[in-house]
């Protein structure tokens, strides 16, 4: 009834960053308050959803909650820092149906020829901050403190945000727990230099598509 994307079964590739670890996956991901996401109530905003409640994941179906945190962000808003400015995600940019403000290192998951050739999966995660440029993709200044909504559920999950954008939500665990059972992820983050290739790949496939196929002009991106 959403309209969602088709997908193959199976365990997501790429390089581990080791930025979803502990404590730091807290402030790496999470959506901002207003963000709607499939649930089984329909599109619900994100602060709207309560532990308990199911939201549709990629690979799994309906997931039930079992971790909701909230945070405000940007206390300064005029004076933050450029390395902390948010993601600005235009209508479309993802298959997201409105705008999306996104952390920079929030993980998103995309669809790219290249990234299938390589790993033999079509799909996979990237820092949001490494598809600056994209489609539109930009950073901006935060004009006011936001409030930003985690979302934790038993396993690690990919949710859909705003019509059809992929957002990762790891499984945070602390520190001591991933080196007393150090479980491999489900869903491992490509580093910023292999995120920013594929950036490059879908760049590449955007013109490609744009030109009905004629490649005159168009750099290799792999």
Not at 18 to 28: K, P, Q
Not at 46 to 69: N, S, Y
Not at 133 to 139: A, K, Q, S, T, Y
Not at 181 to 201: K, S, T
Request: charge should be negative; glycine fraction near 10%; aromatic fraction near 6%.
């Amino acid at each position: 009834m959403f309209g969602w994307k088709t997908k193959e079964p199976g365990r997501r590739s790429a390089e581990m960053t080791g930025a979803y670890d502990g404590g730091l996956a807290m402030m790496t991901h999470g959506l901002i308050a207003g963000t709607r996401v499939a649930s089984n109530l329909g599109w619900r905003p994100v602060e709207a959803l309560a532990v308990g409640d199911c939201v549709l994941t990629f690979d799994h179906g309906m997931q039930r909650i079992a971790e909701l945190r909230r945070v405000t962000l940007f206390l300064d808003a005029p004076d933050t820092d450029p390395a902390c400015w948010p993601v600005i995600v235009p209508a479309g940019a993802l298959d997201n149906r409105s705008a999306l403000t996104l952390l920079p290192d929030q993980g998103v998951m995309v669809e790219s020829d290249a990234v299938s050739d390589i790993y033999g999966d079509p799909f996979a995660v990237a820092p949001a901050q490494a598809l600056v440029g994209l489609r539109g993709i930009h950073r901006a200044p935060p004009q006011e403190q936001l409030e930003l909504v985690m979302i934790g559920f038993a396993d690690e999950q990919v949710i859909y945000a705003e019509g059809g954008a992929l957002i990762h939500c790891p499984t945070a665990r602390p520190a001591l727990d991933n080196l007393l059972d150090p479980a491999r992820p489900v869903y491992d983050v490509l580093g910023m230099h292999d995120a920013a290739y594929l950036a490059g790949c879908l760049s590449a496939e955007d013109r490609i598509l744009a030109t009905a196929g004629r490649m005159e002009g168009l750099g290799a991106c792999c």
